[in-house]
């Protein structure tokens, strides 16, 4: 499987947890407190910024959710086909 597709999975995954949160928030509530909601919140968060960092090119690592060559280097939630500073196809 190639790192492009592993990287579409995990944001298809990160995206569930958001979009099913109504559902195992209240679990976390009630074991936690009302810190349920924080800590939710920041499982969440943790996989989005995990992905910037656990998806990486192999050949110079930089991130495939990072944009680069433009004058804003930009961050975003779905990955590049193509690394933006090697050029390498993450798709095959």
């Known amino acids: 499987m190639s790192l492009y597709v592993k990287a579409w999975l995990f944001m298809g995954w990160t995206i569930l947890i958001l979009v099913t949160m109504p559902m195992w928030e209240p679990i976390l509530k009630h074991l936690f407190g009302p810190g349920g ?44 086909k193509k690394c933006s500073r090697c050029r390498r196809d993450h798709s095959v």
Do not use: M, V
Not at 45 to 57: D, M, S
Not at 70 to 76: E, G, I, K, L, V
């Open 37 to 80: 909601t924080q800590l939710g919140l920041i499982i969440w968060a943790a996989h989005g910024i995990g992905a910037y960092f656990l998806f990486a090119c192999p050949e110079c690592g930089c991130s495939l959710f990072k944009t680069e060559g433009s004058f804003f280097n930009a961050r975003h939630p779905w990955p590049n």
